[in-house]
């Protein structure tokens, strides 16, 4: 498992004009993560670019496969997003990674 940091961008719109959230101090500790733009704090969408995926599988007698055990590589960058607006989130994304049980 190889996580990179999000590249925090400080620019109001990437090239794709998502909207890029600059960190702040919209997320105290103990506190509970909120979308700056909409307020929303329970829906979150986490993206993995270049990401490897290698699964090991068991033949059954039957001729069909039982997936044992699978581990993903991230190559690519990571970011969180809003899953009700599509803010970008990725400035948050290091807590956020801390706090997923
Ligand atoms: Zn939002």
Not at 9 to 27: A, L, Y
Not at 47 to 75: C, E, L, M, R, W
Request: aromatic fraction near 10%.
């Amino acid at each position: 498992m190889q996580n990179k940091k999000p590249d925090i961008k400080e620019s109001v719109n990437d090239k794709s004009g998502t909207r890029i959230v600059v960190p702040g101090s919209s997320w105290q500790a103990g506190k509970h993560l909120s979308c700056p733009e909409c307020g929303n704090d329970r829906y979150f969408t986490e993206v993995a670019h270049d990401v490897t995926i290698i699964t090991n599988y068991v033949q059954n007698s039957d001729g069909s496969f039982t997936p044992k055990s699978d581990d993903s590589t991230i190559n690519g960058e990571v970011r969180l997003y809003c899953a009700v607006c599509h803010a970008d989130l990725s400035a948050y994304y290091h807590r956020f990674a801390e706090m997923i049980f």
